[in-house]
């Protein structure tokens, strides 16, 4: 027995140098067996050594020493609390190298960490088969094999597998010989080359049944994208992404990849997106396959994305790595900002930068307003805290205040600072001090003063510009000043930022007219060349992680510039986001929102009309029980009518990427308003795609089929499970799950939640049709009632997944808009276990009482708003 104390990191004494790891997984009875030497060095004398080990069987356990070739067998003792192995010696260990072996046993689990079994369906035929992947990150190396599973301690990497010899079999590095096992039972010892130095997270073992296509990269990479038998033309996307995203790496980092192949492989059923373990790098199928037959616009793009992200980490994240998790934002923010680098290089029809705007920025000025956020430079106590942190705050603020920094650095300075601190670290581990210690040295600015303020606070500033004031023709002095934001209203703490400031103006509104960093409180800022008569803008571009109060004339003049779209599309966004979150807090109406909203019917630009469809959701959430809904419902159609009719339902040749995604946006929002001729429509559509007389284009199919669920209701619903139960393309059945959004009958929606827990579904599709029947009012109550009666079965099945609980979570409960739900869910996870999920409850408690607040609030002005334009 090993009790309950509080957690402490592994000793020091001893520490693995190389591992020697033999795995034997058995598909049949899902198992595995394991045994392993790892040689060590132990650095001060000790009469026990420590490891992580977590729901193995240890057989075995013998240390030899290399001074005196000694063997000892010490007395092993597991701890589940603290997932450790403690070898206990009967004398002190000596200072010198010695080599400990252990033999294990344990369980291909369906718990999608560790070592565990992905079912999958091939393309020929309907009877399931598995493949056994690893999925490391964070801490579950330890349920595969006895290690050392801390970032910082790295080691060396021997790795052999006796697979099945029908089997594919692949690990970090290429294969070192391949030869027919001793044992006569149809199995191949598959042994890997040695891998660098590394971190016990970044292991990947996979075997099963793929196929693959191959290129090389310009300086001779190998790369391969493996596939399930039978898709594997659906991998060259990824493969002609992968073989250009790592030459431009390799030129920006200034250092080449440093290994000989990089091998890019779908599997079913995996928690996260994707996971960039070091030369084998796993993917969700829709993260990496895209149907060249019929392709998606929206599907290449994030293909893209996720491609140009995981490439990074093996520079940032896998070549030099995070001391401990406290920093895992230096993997993650790092990563999803040069994710957008990649993407605007390859694809610069993308617009991607603007882009960034709306999927990275607001969404963490969104997050990050809530008082139960946390820094980005988070303590991490405990294992069980570390999957929650995989956040919005990591990625989204991690990124944006990144991409705030390399435009005060400069892209020179920015990028000779990233060389220094790769080369400088290289196969080593870091804190976030080292990057901006290389910055500093760069640049010859305060980085490290200015972004501490950044990474170790929660939260971010609201710039209120307090005064304007004419000197001379053409000098303007403002006022500045700073507070701390937060969406509950409460007074402000002594929180302070170092802020680079950017300023532009009307005569050249794509373009900044003046930088400074604003150091305390408060300070007058004088801008010179500027007319009386122009506007000026605080943070163009959106840059500046924070957002801007201004004076009622200079909004007034910024507003027409909204309308006439004279101001850029990320700062009519930008705009608009503040302002909507300043209604929030009380400091706007919200007829002022909903009337700008309206004076925008010409915008047509797909980043401005992303956030304007988060702003209309956010009123729906609000609005689709009163008495009032239909008005909204009015006031949505006839905001979005004119750009449907300018886009048409048909795609027409040669139009642009962006457009393509907008009328699929677009329409999705008729949808939702219940456009009467767009439903219609859809029927029609669906019908001739189901008669295989017209097919519907992969951007408007989701569009479609929510609109035909909507329009038909169960006879809908019957024949998209049967699509969904018929093809093979997981991006189709990615659409199909996503178009139950639609369903509002509450018996159809028991059904979907019946279908959510049969065998026709993974446990991720699982996630997935949870997170989309939350869309509707009945289908959100529905939701959280069906979490909270099978809480227990779904904790166990999903907790330490990365993502998904949290995904749960959130789905079945932030959309609620009262004080009474908020107190019954409280009292519900009060009652409950949620080690690892407690942060996330609290927002999403806080989102349902700000949620509550907000409608207090504005309720009844809403409604008379509506009222009086709805006629």
Request: glycine share 4%.
């Amino acid at each position: 027995m090993c009790g309950n104390k509080k957690f402490d990191r592994l000793p020091t004494t001893v520490r693995p140098s190389l591992y020697d790891l033999f795995l034997k997984p058995d598909l049949k009875n899902f198992k595995f067996d394991g045994k392993e030497t790892i040689f060590l060095q132990i650095l001060k004398s000790t009469d026990k050594i420590i490891l992580n080990c977590l729901d193995l069987v240890i057989n075995r356990a013998q240390l030899k020493l290399s001074s005196s070739n000694e063997i000892l067998t010490p007395e092993c003792s597991l701890c589940l609390e603290e997932e450790t192995l403690t070898l206990v010696f009967s004398e002190a260990l000596p200072v010198g190298d010695a080599e400990l072996s252990i033999d294990f046993a344990g369980e291909l689990n369906n718990l999608l960490k560790g070592f565990y079994r992905s079912k999958y369906t091939p393309v020929a035929g309907k009877e399931e088969k598995y493949c056994a992947v690893t999925q490391f990150c964070a801490t579950d190396a330890r349920r595969c094999f006895p290690c050392w599973d801390e970032p910082a301690i790295k080691a060396r990497f021997d790795i052999t597998l006796a697979v099945d010899s029908d089997k594919v079999a692949l690990s970090n590095m290429p294969v070192e010989s391949e030869n027919p096992s001793s044992s006569s039972d149809g199995t191949k010892v598959v042994k890997f080359q040695r891998t660098p130095i590394m971190s016990t997270y970044l292991v990947a073992v996979v075997v099963g049944d793929f196929d693959y296509v191959e290129d090389k990269t310009s300086d001779g990479i190998l790369v391969r994208v493996y596939t399930p038998p039978g898709k594997k033309d659906h991998g060259r996307f990824a493969l002609h992404c992968a073989t250009k995203v790592l030459p431009f790496y390799k030129e920006y980092f200034n250092i080449a990849y440093p290994l000989q192949k990089i091998d890019l492989i779908t599997i079913a059923e995996l928690s996260a997106g994707a996971m960039e373990n070091w030369g084998l790098i796993t993917f969700k199928e829709t993260s990496l396959l895209v149907d060249e037959s019929n392709p998606s616009a929206s599907n290449k793009q994030s293909v893209a994305i996720v491609v140009g992200h995981e490439l990074a980490h093996q520079w940032f994240g896998n070549l030099v790595t995070i001391e401990w998790w406290t920093d895992l934002w230096l993997n993650e923010g790092y990563a999803s900002f040069v994710e957008y680098l990649c993407v605007a290089y390859l694809f610069p029809e993308y617009d991607i930068w603007t882009q960034f705007v709306t999927q990275m920025h607001c969404r963490a000025l969104e997050l990050d307003s809530l008082r139960n956020s946390h820094p980005i430079e988070v303590p991490v106590n405990h294992p069980s805290e570390i999957n929650e942190i995989f956040d919005q705050i990591s990625y989204n603020k991690g990124a944006s205040v990144i991409r705030m920094l390399y435009e005060y650095l400069g892209d020179d300075c920015f990028r000779k600072g990233m060389n220094l601190y790769l080369t400088r670290h290289q196969y080593s581990n870091t804190h976030t001090e080292d990057l901006w210690i290389a910055l500093e040295e760069t640049s010859s600015k305060p980085v490290k003063a200015v972004m501490s303020t950044w990474t170790k606070q929660k939260g971010y500033p609201i710039i209120t510009i307090e005064n304007s004031v004419q000197d001379g023709d053409n000098i303007r002095t403002f006022t500045v000043r700073q507070t701390k934001f937060t969406l509950d209203g409460e007074p402000d703490d002594d929180t302070l930022w170092l802020i680079p400031l950017s300023f532009s103006k009307q005569s050249n509104p794509g373009e900044k007219c003046f930088t400074t960093v604003l150091e305390g409180r408060e300070c007058k800022i004088s801008i010179p060349n500027v007319s009386a008569e122009e506007w000026v803008k605080l943070n163009p571009g959106n840059v500046g992680f924070y957002r801007t109060n201004y004076l009622p004339n200079m909004l007034k003049q910024l507003m027409l510039s909204i309308s006439n779209k004279t101001l850029p599309p990320s700062d009519r966004l930008g705009i608009l986001d503040d302002l909507f979150a300043l209604m929030l807090v009380g400091q706007c109406d919200a007829p002022q929102v909903l009337d700008l909203m309206l004076a925008m019917t010409a915008e047509d630009n797909l980043t401005v009309w992303t956030n304007m469809a988060k702003y209309l959701e956010k009123f729906a959430t609000l609005l689709r029980g009163t008495d009032f809904a239909h008005l909204y419902d009015a006031y949505g159609l006839k905001l979005v009518r004119p750009i449907s009719k300018q886009l048409g339902v048909d795609p027409k040749p040669g139009e642009s990427h962006l457009v393509t995604l907008l009328r699929s946006l677009i329409f999705d929002l008729l949808v939702g308003f219940g456009d009467r001729e767009f439903l219609d429509l859809a029927k029609v559509t669906f019908a001739e795609h189901q008669s295989l007389k017209k097919s519907i284009p992969a951007d408007l199919r989701i569009v479609i089929y929510k609109g035909v669920i909507a329009a038909e209701g169960k006879s809908a619903f019957d024949s998209l499970i049967n699509m969904y139960r018929n093809t093979d393309v997981e991006e189709e059945k990615d659409r199909i799950l996503k178009s139950f959004s639609s369903i509002t009958d509450p018996e159809l929606i028991d059904e979907a939640l019946k279908f959510a827990q049969s065998n026709d579904v993974s446990s991720i599709s699982t996630v997935a049709i949870l997170t989309s029947i939350s869309s509707s009012k009945v289908g959100h109550e529905k939701c959280w009632r069906f979490v909270k009666g099978n809480w227990q079965s779904l904790f166990s099945k999903y907790a330490g997944g990365l993502f998904l609980l949290t995904r749960i979570v959130k789905a079945s409960t932030e959309k609620f808009t009262s004080e009474e739900k908020a107190a019954e869910i409280q009292e519900f996870f009060d009652k409950t276990d949620t080690n690892g999920i407690e942060r996330t409850i609290s927002q999403s408690l806080e989102t349902i009482r700000n949620n509550a607040r907000w409608f207090k609030k504005d309720g009844d002005s809403i409604k008379a708003y509506l009222e009086r334009i709805i006629s």
